[in-house]
Each structure stands twice: as structure tokens, then as C-alpha cells.
């Protein structure tokens, strides 16, 4: 296999096979295991201040009937993620809930990583559009050059393009012609796509001037797979067993690409 043809791994999360989803923890962890990409989810607190948390809804999370839209900073720092199973030897109990400012804090210490930052719906339908972006830019614009902003809302990466001039992705919502009409008109730097929805065959793929990705492949074998055919970007929740593969590892980050 050609070096062309080996992808590269997005940390899904994190590491949430084996961390807290976005933990600071499962972030590093994947960064240390050779990450060269990673993801994360944003919602804003009542303040507005950026959280790395997925769901508006805590329960699935952390066992709370709260929305965290609808917390103050404070509230949401007394929430913490439990660990996934027993994956670690003597894994502590939990890991809070962090702020997008931390993890940039963070980022910034792997100068060579991208973090694709995506913004959640529940955000953006609470705040509006244009607050829910601009206080996410507001806080990564001194680490511009490692982010990108990606949502599955097609105004909303279009918006921060904008005013940012950053690169963006769209997270595709479903596989029709009015939805390949937007990537067209947006035409994006990256397209995600949930690999059920994918067409399975490459020629019924829509053409663009944007890089592939993929999630959630967990196993070697799809993501070579993809890689053939010429999709070169994959999510993953098992960064640390996945990049662990002869040909994925050599496509491992330890230093600046």
C-alpha cells in the first residue's frame, strides 16, 4: 500500500473507549498515543462560556436531569463524566466537565494537532446562530491555526468562515440531492459523513473541492478500506488500539507534519 493511501486518524472524543467523551484526559491520552486529528463537541453554558459536552442534556453523561444551556459555569464544573468500564487498571472515578478555553490551553502543547471543534445544534437553537459562533471563535481565535469549526448546521460553519476566514467542515445531515447541493454551494474544507449513509460505492459520492472524513470506524481493516478509496480522514473512538497498526502508525503524529 502506497503512503498515499493510508489514512489518518481523528480521535473521535477523545479516547472514549477508554476515557470520559471530550475529557481533558481522553484528549491528551489521544494525542499522546500519536493523534494527529482530534474532535470535539461544543455547547454553551447560560453564560455562554464553550463546553466540551455533546449532549445539552446531562443524564447520558453524568446521571443528571439538567441541561447544561441552562447552567451557570459553576453549576456545570460540579459535573463530572464517569470512566467507560473497566478499560484502565485504576482509572479515577470521573473527569469534569471542561471549558473550551482549557482545552485549548491544552492544544496549544501539541503545536502539530487539529482540533475539529463542533458546534451542537441544542447551542445554536438556544443562543442563535451567530452568539453560539461567535463565542466559540472569540475563544480559539489565538489558536486559529490549529481549529477548525464544523457543525452540522450549514449556515453556522458558513457564518464562521465569514467572519473568521478559518477552515471549516460540514457534518452531512442526509444523503440527497438537496444536501449535495449544499456542499456544493458551501464547499466546505472537509465533509464528514456517518459511514451508514455513505454511498458504498465511490462514483455515487458527491465531487468537491473538499478532504473526506468518516466516522466512526473502529477497526484497521475499513479504515484502510476508505483510505483506498481515497477517503484519508477517520474518526475513530480507539485511537490508542488503532494507531497501533503497522501502516496506521505511520501515519502517527510525534512532530509537525
Not at 61 to 79: E, N
Not at 228 to 254: M, R, S
Request: proline letters at 7%.
Amino acid at each position: 500500500m502506497s503512503e498515499q493511501a493510508i489514512p489518518y486518524l481523528i480521535a473521535h472524543r477523545g479516547y472514549p473507549m477508554r476515557y470520559p467523551e471530550n475529557s481533558l484526559a481522553g484528549l491528551e491520552a489521544a494525542m499522546l498515543a500519536g493523534a494527529c486529528f482530534v474532535e470535539i463537541d461544543i455547547q454553551l453554558s447560560a453564560r455562554r462560556t464553550p463546553f466540551l459536552c455533546h449532549d445539552d442534556h446531562l443524564w447520558r453523561l453524568a446521571g443528571s436531569d439538567r441541561w447544561l444551556t441552562q447552567l451557570d459555569d459553576a453549576a456545570i464544573r460540579m459535573h463530572s463524566v464517569p470512566y467507560p468500564g473497566l478499560t484502565l487498571a485504576h482509572p479515577p472515578e470521573s473527569e469534569p466537565l471542561s471549558d473550551l478555553a482549557e482545552f485549548c490551553q491544552l492544544l496549544q502543547a501539541w503545536p502539530w494537532v487539529t482540533a475539529f471543534i463542533e458546534i451542537k445544534s441544542e447551542s445554536i437553537l438556544r443562543f442563535g446562530l451567530a452568539a453560539t459562533v461567535d463565542a466559540v471563535l472569540e475563544v480559539i481565535h489565538p489558536y486559529a491555526k490549529q481549529c477548525v469549526m464544523i457543525s452540522f448546521d450549514d449556515k453556522a460553519v458558513a457564518y464562521a468562515r465569514a467572519q473568521s476566514g478559518g477552515r471549516i467542515g460540514w457534518v452531512i445531515p442526509e444523503w440527497d440531492k438537496d444536501h449535495a447541493a449544499i456542499a456544493t454551494a458551501l464547499a466546505p474544507d472537509f465533509l464528514f459523513c456517518y459511514t451508514r449513509r455513505l454511498p458504498r460505492k465511490p462514483a455515487e459520492r458527491w465531487q468537491g473541492p473538499w478532504q473526506w472524513a468518516v466516522y466512526t470506524v473502529d477497526d484497521s481493516q475499513t479504515a484502510l478500506r476508505y483510505a483506498e478509496e481515497g477517503i484519508l480522514l477517520i474518526e475513530t473512538d480507539t485511537i490508542g488500539t488503532l494507531i497501533q497498526h503497522p501502516l496506521l502508525k505511520k501515519h502517527a503524529c510525534v512532530q509537525s507534519l
